[in-house]
């Protein structure tokens, strides 16, 4: 029980630090991942990817998941944070939640 306490405490702890977290280095690469598969399910990339070259699209698609994995997880609570390093189905929530909540801005910024 001690080892629980003192894993969800230094979690709370690398938390904390809203610049660059522990756990949100370790969620970046998921977070793009993620960013990855909802554009490729997305209608409006794949009508928009019609008119792209492949290295554009390529490039486009780099520019916008970078952007995400970059702010997504700016806005999430400590506790969210806490609870993704430790559940496996929070974690998945949080980072589908990041991504559609940043998606559309990095996608709008990219595309300009």
């Not at 709370?12 to 998921?30: E, H, I």
């Not at 554009?39 to 490039?59: G, P, T, V």
């Not at 698609?61 to 806490?82: F, P, R, T, Y």
């Amino acid at each position: 029980m001690a080892i629980i306490a003192l894993l969800v405490g230094s979690i709370f702890v690398f938390a904390t630090d809203k610049n660059s977290t522990l756990t949100q280095k370790m969620l970046k690469p998921v977070v793009e991942q993620g960013c990855k598969s909802e554009l490729n399910d997305s209608k409006i990339w794949k009508s928009a990817a019609l008119f792209m070259s492949s290295e554009r699209q390529s490039s486009v698609q780099k520019q916008i998941c970078g952007c995400v994995s970059d702010h997504a997880l700016n806005d999430v609570s400590v506790k969210e944070l806490a609870m993704a390093s430790v559940s496996e189905e929070a974690k998945n929530s949080l980072i589908k939640q990041a991504v559609l909540n940043s998606i559309k801005g990095c996608a709008q910024e990219a595309l300009k």
